[in-house]
């Protein structure tokens, strides 16, 4: 979490180095198990799916222990998802009685969640989706019913200002579900000049269809352009609510790798997670992040902070992503190759060479803009990603064969 008397500039530089964060996926979808775009998919009658909220109890809800699992993962923030397309608030709202504090649960997850993470020192980012599938107004859109419309916008406008300012500083809004339609629709301009007028060192995702702080790709690791913040949102399994049926999880090495590729390209790697209606993470997701943290306590020099490098692909393994850190080459071995090691391509004269884990060094020898490391252990040393920092005598280059 950035500084509390931080500016904007401060946040971002913040963000930069934070690398990794949590996305949490839960509220009344998390009951049947069936995803978040159930009702929509499904045409459940409103009142059909307010009956979840009966069932919506979470005994097991402890934001305590999600902060202590996101810090385990050595995760830097969470974004919870505090109202999604079905409507449903995980806070209290004054224009809406389909909260959490008006139904069974009859408790603030927001408020919990806030506190939780603030005092754990994790980043606090909170999700919230224009659309609501509950209003004809949002279907109908802005052209055929103007006043049905400015009555959605008004609730919009008013819920993301109780966000603002009901819960202290809040790090991260994460818009979602402004389509079909653009920002004049939802007043996207106003709105976040609201909310940066309440919240003013907040990052702005780019889902209020305005570009604001960073963009967003969804499902894959697509850089953003130099100079532009970005992250990349991924499903843990394949769906992003709690869907018990999906055992499809990433591997540990995947997630890592994903993490990785992520800082190569200075983006961000927002990994999604659908807690049980009761409020547990699945124990699968459970391991795979601690497995993660253990994997980042030994590496995250080689992740957090690391600058852009994508013009540096190509040095070092095939289908790995270097990362660079000042004069500092972090080279990813995901496929260990034995006692040697060839890295090509280097224009900058290498000085040191060490295993990033132990920092244990590794004998070397340069000809010109090749690299031979030796006397290297035959079995990877780390089952995930063994990363090997070769300090150089400036900012790593990469031979250009073109020239
Ligand atoms: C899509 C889905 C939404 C989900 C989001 C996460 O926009 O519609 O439900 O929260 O992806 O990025």
Request: glycine share 8%; charged share 25%.
């Amino acid at each position: 979490m950035a500084d509390s008397a931080g500016s904007r500039e401060d946040s971002r530089a913040w963000f930069t180095q934070a690398r990794f964060g949590i996305f949490v996926h839960w509220g009344l979808y998390s009951v049947h198990g069936r995803d978040v775009w159930s009702m929509y998919n499904e045409q459940t009658p409103l009142d059909e799916y307010r009956r979840l909220a009966d069932h919506f109890v979470p005994e097991r809800f402890d934001p305590a222990g999600w902060a202590a699992l996101a810090k385990d993962a050595g995760a830097r923030y969470m974004v919870l998802c505090t109202r999604q397309h079905d409507g449903f608030s995980l806070f209290d709202s004054r224009v809406s009685d389909f909260t959490s504090t008006r139904s069974a649960a009859g408790r603030d997850f927001v408020a919990e969640y806030v506190e939780a993470l603030r005092a754990a020192g994790i980043g606090v980012g909170l999700y919230y989706s224009l659309l609501d599938w509950r209003w004809s107004a949002y279907f109908n859109g802005p052209e055929r019913d103007p006043e049905a419309w400015a009555a959605l916008r008004e609730y919009v406008h008013a819920q993301v200002r109780e966000l603002c300012t009901n819960y202290g500083r809040i790090d991260i809004l994460w818009y979602d579900g402004a389509w079909p339609y653009g920002p004049e629709a939802w007043g996207s301009a106003e709105l976040n000049a609201m909310v940066r007028a309440l919240q003013p060192h907040i990052l702005i995702n780019n889902r209020s269809r305005l570009p604001e702080d960073y963009a967003t790709p969804e499902q894959r690791i697509a850089p953003a352009e130099p100079g532009r913040l970005w992250e990349s949102c991924m499903t843990i399994n394949d769906h992003w609510g709690y869907v018990p049926a999906d055992t499809n999880w990433k591997s540990t090495t995947q997630l890592i790798h994903n993490l990785v590729e992520c800082a190569h390209g200075n983006g961000n790697y927002l990994l999604n997670v659908g807690p049980d209606p009761q409020g547990a993470f699945p124990p699968e997701a459970v391991t795979r992040l601690r497995e993660m943290g253990r994997w980042l306590r030994a590496n995250g020099a080689s992740v957090y902070g690391t600058q852009d490098a994508r013009d540096r692909r190509r040095i070092g393994m095939v289908h790995t992503f270097p990362t660079v850190k000042d004069n500092t080459l972090f080279t990813h071995v995901l496929k260990w190759p034995g006692k040697e090691l060839v890295i090509g391509n280097l224009a900058s004269r290498v000085q040191r060479v060490r295993f990033v884990a132990t920092g244990e060094p590794i004998a070397f020898r340069q000809e010109g803009s090749r690299v031979f490391l030796s006397g290297m252990p035959r079995y990877a040393p780390d089952p995930h990603d063994t990363v090997i920092a070769l300090e150089c005598d400036e900012p790593p280059r990469r031979l250009d064969r073109h020239a």
